[in-house]
Every structure is written in structure tokens, then in C-alpha cells.
């Protein structure tokens, strides 16, 4: 069992930044894959970015790559998304997720457990 406790979200303008934050309770939070996702209201819910136990990264769509980056500490348990240059398309609950396997993946079924989420709202 893992439970994930994210951070840092908030109100920013456009064009600011954010760093999120995800704390894993447990011993063995270098044998899990992480990802983060979002949802905005009355959208389906959204890969961001993912980090494999090696450190390999997977990114969602276009408009997310050279924005934001995921990483990992494990001696922290703790994995992070840095968001820059965010717009107002990037409002919605972010949400980190914790799987059970050794690669990151996109679809949202192939993670085991997640977080409460963490509201990020960017303002025009």
C-alpha cells in the first residue's frame, strides 16, 4: 500500500511557474513508476508526465513537452512536476499516481494507487 500526498498547487498568472509535489509513504517508493495527471471540469482526466524507476520520462501531449518536467528523488520519496510558462488551458486537480511497475505509461488504468490532488488555476 502507498499513499501519495501532493503539494504546491495554487493561483498563478499566466506565463508564471509552479512546482508540484508528490510525498509516498512506504519503504519501497524507488519500485514504483509515477506519473502525474490532470483534470479540468467536465474533462476526462489527463497524462501529464511519467518517470519510470530508472528515471526515463514520458511526456502527454505537445503542449506539455519544454513546459514541464517530472522528477524523482528517491531518498525523499518524493517525485515532483515543474511547470513553467503555464497558460490558462493548464488549470485543473493534478494528480500523482503511483504503479506498480518498472516503466511509466499513459493510460491511467495501469496505475495502483493515487493522490487526493492538488488544484493549480492560472489566471489570464
Known amino acids: 500500500q502507498v499513499h501519495l500526498v501532493e503539494s504546491g498547487g495554487g493561483l498563478v498568472q499566466a506565463g508564471g511557474s509552479l512546482r508540484l509535489s508528490c510525498v509516498a509513504s512506504?519503504?519501497?517508493?524507488?519500485?514504483?513508476?509515477m506519473g502525474w495527471f490532470r483534470q479540468a471540469p467536465g474533462k476526462e482526466r489527463e497524462f501529464v508526465a511519467g518517470?519510470?524507476?530508472?528515471?526515463?520520462?514520458?511526456y502527454g501531449g505537445d503542449s506539455m513537452k519544454g513546459r514541464f518536467t517530472i522528477s524523482r528523488d528517491n531518498g525523499k520519496n518524493t517525485v515532483y512536476l515543474q511547470m513553467n510558462s503555464l497558460e490558462p488551458e493548464d488549470t485543473a486537480v493534478y494528480y500523482c499516481?503511483?504503479?506498480?511497475?518498472?516503466?511509466?505509461?499513459?493510460?491511467?488504468?495501469?496505475?495502483?494507487?493515487w493522490g487526493q490532488g492538488t488544484q493549480v488555476t492560472v489566471s489570464s
Open positions: 518517470i519510470a524507476r530508472n528515471g526515463g520520462t514520458l
Open positions: 512506504g519503504r519501497t517508493f524507488n519500485m514504483y513508476a
Open positions: 499516481a503511483a504503479a506498480q511497475t518498472a516503466y511509466t505509461s499513459r493510460p491511467s488504468t495501469e496505475y495502483d494507487y
